[in-house]
């Protein structure tokens, strides 16, 4: 497939994925519960942690660690009592359990309180170029506390070659704003530009098979590969052919 054809390609699949119908069943519909901005983003910060594995399952686990939170995540982690703890008690999913979880309510309180919010750390280390080393800053932020060994597996790190899916398409969320619907565009200082794709084993698979990656490991150098590839075809917006790669990973069977 020459250049042209590829890129009207993926935007055919970026119009066709990138609609209200895809919240429901995917985890951004967890911080679409919301309308508060610190709720969104502690809703979205939260269910982007968990999501490995199963999306059905994902979803499902998500909305209900959030149920646990009440109606304002952000009003809890801000205000919450030692006693208030113990509707945590027994959380789990797959690897991340209810240890996890307390660190992370204490974290974010620790990051709300000190560096005035999650997207304060990312505009202060974010280029017009480049998230990744605004994600590893907020990491070493986040991790402040004392903490297990346990907790850091949850937390990537670009820096140590991780592809940091996670954080990658949590930021999109958070950054990436158009009239779809979707994402929600609430972190108004950086730029969509700068966003790399949330690389996993469907988007990658897909990424190779279109020759958009070469390289075979889903890891850090790969996510600047697939980077640079999707900004010739988009400089100011190269994260929307995420929904492209994913939607023809997942419901395409491509």
């Known amino acids: 497939m020459q250049f042209d054809e590829l890129k009207d390609f993926l935007e055919e699949k970026v119009n066709q994925y990138n609609t209200v119908h895809f919240i429901e069943a995917d985890p951004v519909s967890v ?3 919301y309308t508060r901005k610190e709720d969104i983003e502690i809703a979205g910060f ?4 968990i999501s490995w594995g199963n999306r059905v399952q994902i979803v499902k686990n998500a909305h209900r660690l959030l149920d646990k939170f009440g109606e304002s995540p952000y009003e809890f982690i801000m205000s919450y009592k030692p006693n208030h703890l113990k509707r945590f008690n027994g959380f789990v999913y797959r690897t991340f359990n209810e240890y996890d979880l307390l660190y992370f309510i204490k974290a974010l309180r620790h990051i709300y309180t000190t560096q005035n919010g999650i997207e304060a750390i990312f505009n202060k280390h974010s280029t017009n170029e480049d998230t990744q080393l605004a994600i590893h800053a907020f990491r070493k932020h986040f991790l402040e506390l004392k903490h297990d060994a346990h907790v850091e597996k949850h937390i990537a790190d670009p820096l140590k070659s991780s592809a940091a899916k996670r954080i990658n398409m949590y930021l999109r969320w958070m950054v990436r704003k158009d009239k779809k619907g979707v994402d929600f565009g609430i972190w108004k200082h950086i730029s969509p530009s700068a ?9 990658g698979n ?8 070469n390289r075979n490991q889903n890891d850090a150098k790969a996510v600047i590969e697939l980077d640079k590839n999707l900004r010739l075809m988009d400089k100011n917006d190269p994260v929307k052919y995420d929904f492209a790669l994913f939607g023809l990973g997942i419901f395409d069977d491509f």
């Open 31 to 33: 911080p679409h519960r």
């Open 195 to 203: 966003l790399s794709c949330p690389l996993d084993f469907h988007s």
């Open 206 to 213: 897909i990424a190779r098979k279109l020759g958009l990656l």
């Open 46 to 49: 939260l269910a982007a942690t």
